[in-house]
């Protein structure tokens, strides 16, 4: 059973450009969570999903951020217009069910230039 | 608004001594996770507490759930070089009843061989 997988690992982007995140959960799961992760700091929530539906996304900016959660396919995690404060490592977790365990992804590193 | 603190922020350790990190919540929490990240990964999941007062032991490392269900605490015995990593622990708050973790700052342990 493969565990979570995130693409791409990292990612470099400049100044303006969008920045697109892919997280599968592992097989079986329906609940999709996001988290950035600054360097020396902890995980900080941005959006649960559960399948094509946002449960919660008080963690997110309200601006050039946006997740979702397709029927068929990976999570997806958009960022526009990337700004150097964007640069982080986001990590995705799943799991079968509420207040279960989660399963972290490797993450993507994100810098943008 | 609602925050996990954790204590100390860092830690080095002669290996053979003992560890102890605590993490408190301004409120009351309906569970508390425990995960290790080691650097450069991903955190990984140790361990759930869910009832009031509840402790429990995995090898060297012992968890408690606080009475009041507003901190923990993880205790690892006689440390060795592969508990290297960071600590954090990740509650859901009771008031919300979301299945919104908030990790707390986390605790960086270095074993000293």
């Known amino acids: 059973n493969a565990g979570v997988m995130q693409n791409p690992r990292h990612l470099v982007r400049r100044r303006g450009q969008e920045a697109r995140l892919r997280c599968s959960p592992m097989k079986g799961h329906s609940h999709v969570y996001w988290y950035r992760q600054l360097p020396e700091e902890g995980l900080k929530f941005m959006v649960y999903l559960q399948k094509e539906n946002i449960i919660d996304e008080s963690g997110m900016p309200k601006e050039r951020f946006s997740a979702e959660f397709p029927k068929e396919g990976p999570s997806i995690l958009r960022i526009q217009q990337v700004v150097r404060g964007d640069s982080a490592a986001y990590f995705c977790?799943?799991?079968?069910?509420?207040?279960?365990?989660?399963?972290f992804g490797p993450g993507t590193r994100l810098t943008v230039l | 608004g609602q925050q996990v603190m954790q204590i100390p922020q860092y830690q080095h350790v002669q290996e053979g001594e003992d560890f102890t990190t605590y993490c408190n919540s301004s409120?009351?929490?309906?569970?508390i996770q425990w995960y290790k990240q080691r650097p450069g990964g991903h955190p990984v999941f140790l361990i759930q507490?869910?009832?009031?007062?509840e402790v429990k032991k995995q090898k060297r490392l012992t968890f408690q759930f606080g009475e009041a269900k507003k901190n923990s605490s993880l205790h690892i015995t006689a440390t060795q070089t592969t508990d290297v990593g960071t600590y954090f622990c990740?509650?859901?708050?009771?008031?919300?009843?979301?299945?919104?973790?908030?990790f707390g700052t986390g605790t960086r342990l270095t074993v000293i061989p």
């Open positions: 990740a509650g859901t708050m009771h008031q919300t009843g979301a299945n919104n973790l908030f």
């Open positions: 409120t009351t929490l309906s569970n």
């Open positions: 507490l869910v009832k009031s007062g």
């Open positions: 977790a799943s799991s079968p069910r509420q207040n279960n365990e989660q399963f």
